[in-house]
């Protein structure tokens, strides 16, 4: 199994980015899938979840500005990014729990993709 992250990059303030998270490989299914983040210097933090059934959550800083979707049919997870502050700025990674069968339960990461908030 593997999680493909994709779609960051250097915008301005108040710009909007759409990052793609996808799974492959040997999938039964995929339960939880989230969005994580890492600054330099700070530890990485839960940005955003979404269970399989599309009930979401989010980090206080994120609310109102991201948001967390899925297409269980492309076992895909999106997050947009909208009105994004400079704090923004980090490596945001997937994050997916995922049975390759029907007892098993793995928690996979994607490689991670460069979100860059600069004026």
């Known amino acids: 199994v593997q999680l493909q992250a994709s779609g960051g990059g250097l915008v301005q303030p108040g710009e909007s980015l759409r990052l793609s998270c996808a799974a492959s490989g040997s999938i039964f299914n995929v339960r939880d899938m989230a969005w994580y983040r890492q600054a330099p210097g700070k530890q990485r933090e839960l940005v955003a979840r979404?269970?399989?059934?599309?009930?979401?959550n989010y980090a206080d800083s994120v609310k109102g500005r991201f948001s967390i979707s899925r297409d269980n049919a492309k076992n895909t997870a999106y997050l947009q990014l909208n009105s994004l502050k400079l704090e923004d700025t980090a490596i945001y990674y997937c994050?997916?729990?995922?049975?390759?069968?029907?007892?098993?339960?793995?928690?996979?990461w994607g490689q991670g993709t460069l979100v860059t908030v600069s004026s």
């Open positions: 994050n997916a729990e995922i049975s390759p069968d029907w007892y098993d339960v793995n928690t996979y």
């Open positions: 979404i269970i399989r059934g599309g009930k979401t």
